[in-house]
């Protein structure tokens, strides 16, 4: 209708366990708030290089509340996150640039994989805490969501190839357009005007703009 608001959800890069919870939110409000929901793959990690942004948890007095409010945050939403104290080194240890770029593959490729394709990532590394970074596992998690092994096989081959790169690349830097200087971040596009709402703790304020 004329008032759909179109968000972009800019999910994943370094695997940032708010993205998952943002994530699972705004696909259950989809069907509840008038909404044109739309995935744009982008790369946290050249998000946080281009604007000088550092990782929260480094500081310890942060990270030990963030993973205090992780899993409150977990229960209110009813949201599969399995955290323990040494769940930030398991995310600074893992590089989720290869899933990227599968997911920048089925995006360019069959993009109504996206949602499920996503979502099933999150869950193998923050409901299972497996390496997304290996082929194999990579390939679990695409039969996971629905994949048939040739198409699988096929995003596999193509997560090297220039366009793909330049893909994510390209929605990297819009994402850094519109004000991003982390994740998760949604851009709500409302009366011709864009607005930027970081973090999974402004849901909230993200319907009250929209009129939802």
Known sequence: SPRCTQLDRHPLGLPVPHCFVTLQVLCRYQHIWNIDLRFRPAFLGGIMQATG???????PQR????LK??????KYYQVP???SENVFHHILGT???QAMRFITAIDMTEPRYLEPLSREFWIRFWSQHEDISQPDNILAVAGQ???TPELSQKLLEMISSPAVKNRLKETTEE????????????????NGEPHLFFGSD????????IGE
């Open 202 to 209: 402004r849901l909230e304020l993200l319907g009250s703009v």
């Open 145 to 147: 969501a629905g994949l």
């Open 53 to 59: 942004n550092k990782p929260p948890a480094m500081l």
């Open 95 to 97: 590089s989720s640039l």
């Open 63 to 66: 990270a030990e509340y963030m």
């Open 175 to 190: 994402a850094i357009k519109y004000g991003a200087f982390g994740m998760p971040a949604v851009v709500a596009h409302f």
């Open 81 to 83: 996150v399995k955290a």
């Open 69 to 74: 409010d992780l899993k409150r945050m977990a």
